[in-house]
């Protein structure tokens, strides 16, 4: 098993460009999520799914798009890219668990910058 | 809401040093608990987990036990190695029904830990 992978490693945009970051599981998991990483902040919620076809919005949602066309792909999106979006971005997911311990496998992050 | 709060760190230590690193939480009853670790350039793995008070998650040496009277899950290490040194995060997963989303984790800031040969 691959796990969750990410693409691309790195990225640099310019102010105001676009992209996607992939996001793949081959776990047959149920929810999936996106967080950045700030420097000295943690992990920051930006969307989540729980399953295919349903999207909700995390702490920081705003700048990003995401959608769940498959159970295995979680693209976000970056719409009009500023210097605030410069982070690692982790995709996450995890099976439909019991009672609570909901373990989130993670994939290897994107690291972007935004000049 | 929930909430997690760790140690501030760096932390360094030498090789074969006691390691605590604390953690503590604010939840509606008794959450799942649980530690990442983050080894550079990676994403995150569970290193242990703890779903009920007084049980103890263990392992690779790491050990950390749910205590419900202090609101407490502190991970710990009787002798740390130079391959240790990573980044660790606490984090916790609310019970069903207890007014957050369960398959959502709160996370701690993470705590920096180097360990010198």
């Known amino acids: 098993n691959a796990g969750v992978t990410q693409t691309p490693k790195f990225r640099i945009l310019k102010i105001g460009q676009s992209m996607t970051l992939q996001c793949t599981q081959d776990?047959?998991?149920?929810?999936m999520y996106w967080y950045r990483q700030d420097p000295g902040m943690g992990l920051k919620l930006i969307y989540y799914s729980v399953g295919a076809g349903i999207t909700d919005k995390g702490e920081v949602p705003n700048g990003y798009n995401v959608s769940r066309s498959t159970t295995e792909d979680f693209p976000l999106r970056l719409e009009l890219a500023a210097p605030s979006q410069t982070s690692v971005y982790f995709c996450?997911?995890?099976?439909?668990?019991?009672?609570?311990?909901?373990?989130?496998?993670f994939g290897p992050g994107t690291r972007l910058t935004v000049t | 809401g929930n909430s997690v709060t760790q140690m501030e760190g760096p932390v360094t230590l030498s090789e074969e040093a006691f390691l605590t690193i604390n953690c503590t939480y604010t939840a509606t009853g008794y959450p799942s608990l649980f530690w990442y670790v983050q080894y550079p350039g990676e994403g995150l793995q569970l290193l242990l987990k703890?779903?009920?008070?007084?049980d103890k998650g263990s392992n690779k040496g790491f050990e950390a036990t749910y205590r419900k009277e202090t609101t407490s899950f502190h991970l710990e290490k009787g002798s740390v190695q130079v391959s240790d040194s990573a980044v660790y995060f606490c984090a916790l997963s609310p019970l069903p029904n207890s007014g957050g989303s369960n398959y959502k984790l709160t996370f701690g800031k993470g705590t920096l830990l180097t360990v010198n040969p």
């Open positions: 996450a997911s995890s099976p439909l668990a019991g009672r609570g311990d909901y373990e989130q496998y």
């Open positions: 776990m047959n998991h149920n929810y």
């Open positions: 703890a779903t009920k008070a007084d």
